[in-house]
């Protein structure tokens, strides 16, 4: 399966880490276009790609970390997604007022999915600051990563990624009860919670 990643900021290159780190490829983009992206890239190593938001798209697998007020208008000229994964990183607030956006009393990740319609959409990897994230095995035990979502076999994708970069994934179980793990509102977010045998 191949992975992209949409947004190259604190999240999106944490992400990238993780993935060239377990030695997967991974396709990377932003709003400035890929040339912009040359030293991440260089800085990433030959497994990372710097690519258009249009054909990070087309991966199996698609990351989407992008601010949120942004989210709109980097999604929209984007699809048909064919039942395509993606993978929802973000959190409705952000810099520099961090002020929670009105959900009209949705789910984040329910409002990203009305975005992309027909992509399989499973939040993940939005609950942990870029720093810890960056370690999934840590304090000699596996860092916790809460994953929700609707689609059963898109989930799987995600639960075996999750797996592979060595975190210990935990299914919240659909949309709504990822809530759970939305920053800010949810109980989860933030916690440093690590699986030991
Ligand atoms: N930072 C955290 O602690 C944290 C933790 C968990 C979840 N999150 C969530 O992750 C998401 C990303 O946050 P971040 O901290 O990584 O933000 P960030 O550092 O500001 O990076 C945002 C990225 O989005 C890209 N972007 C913006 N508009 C775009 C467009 N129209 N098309 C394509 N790319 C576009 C930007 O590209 P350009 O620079 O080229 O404009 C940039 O690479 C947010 O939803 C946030 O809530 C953040």
Redesign the pocket.
């Known amino acids: 399966m191949n992975i992209s990643i ?9 992400i990238a880490r993780l993935l060239t780190t377990a030695g997967l490829q991974v396709s990377i ?5 890929p040339d ?1 992206l040359a030293p991440l890239i260089a800085d990433l190593g030959p497994l990372a790609h710097a690519v258009t ?1 249009q054909q990070a798209s087309l991966a199996d697998i698609v990351f ?5 007020s ?2 709109p ?3 929209q000229q984007l699809g048909p997604w064919n039942g395509r994964v993606v993978v929802d ?7 520099p007022l961090f002020k929670p956006f009105d959900l009209g009393g949705q789910s984040s990740s329910a409002l990203v999915a009305q975005m992309l319609p027909g992509a399989q959409l499973v939040k993940a ?6 720093a810890l ?1 960056a370690n999934p095995a840590t304090e000699g035990g596996k860092r916790v990563l809460f994953y929700s979502g609707e689609h059963p076999q898109a989930k799987q994708i995600v639960a075996d990624l999750i797996t592979q970069l060595g975190f210990f994934g935990i299914d919240l179980g659909g949309l709504q009860q990822g809530e759970l793990a939305q ?1 800010p509102g949810g109980p989860l ?1 933030g916690l440093n919670l690590v699986k030991h045998d």
Do not use: D, M, Q, Y
């Open positions: 949409i947004g190259a900021g604190a999240i999106g290159t944490a983009a932003n709003s400035r276009g912009s938001v989407l970390a992008v601010n949120w942004k989210i208008v980097a999604v990183t973000n959190n409705p607030i952000e810099a990897f939005n609950h942990l600051a870029p994230l920053f977010p």
